[in-house]
């Protein structure tokens, strides 16, 4: 008998925080783990390429008639216009990776997430990532150095908005320990690869080729 494990559809993952809360990290980190073998999304944008940015690697950088494109055929999962330059993710790649049964990993905001969420259906899985206090986020903005009172300020105020909408998604995570957290994206991660529906086709025929020994 064969005993190459039934082919999955793969999982759209999607993380959403506000800005500090950890979620960067944790998408380092999922796609450094080689045994989960992520593929993370590739988003096209207008904007210019910066200095150390990698055509193909960090985005795909294309004009605006191209982008209009793209849109208008229908061939981005989302989009949004951020500072005069447009942004968005091409749903083909995406398809061929679930395809092959391998998962699609997202780094996108609430307005992203619905975008997809409404093309892809039952192939999306959200994770919405919160601080633990407001207190702590503040302090995490404030270690990065980047950024000027002014924007930290404004970054704040922003997360409050983002973090209402935490009942939109369907797993929550309080990132207070990062390692923790990280264990548990994995969970969700694991448990999701097994649902029935997204082993439908492959299990179809693995339990076809069980009960014919």
Known sequence: MDHTPPLRRGVVLILSSPSGAGKTTLTRMLLQDRDLDLTLSISVTTRARRSSEVDGIHYRFINERQ?????????????AEVHGNFYGTPRAPVEATLAQGRDCLFDIDYQGTRQVREKMGADAVTVFILPPSMKELRARLE?????????????????????QRWKDYDYVIVNDDL???????????????????????????????????
């Open 143 to 163: 270690r990065r150095a980047e950024d000027e009172t002014e924007v930290i300020e404004r970054r704040l105020e922003n997360a409050r908005k983002e973090i």
């Open 67 to 79: 982008f209009v494109v793209m849109r208008d055929a229908g061939e981005l999962l989302e989009w």
């Open 179 to 213: 390692q923790r957290s990280f264990d548990d994206l994995i969970a969700i991660l694991r448990a999701e690869r097994q649902r029935r529906p997204r082993q439908a086709h492959g299990i179809e025929a693995f339990v076809d080729r069980l009960l014919s020994e």
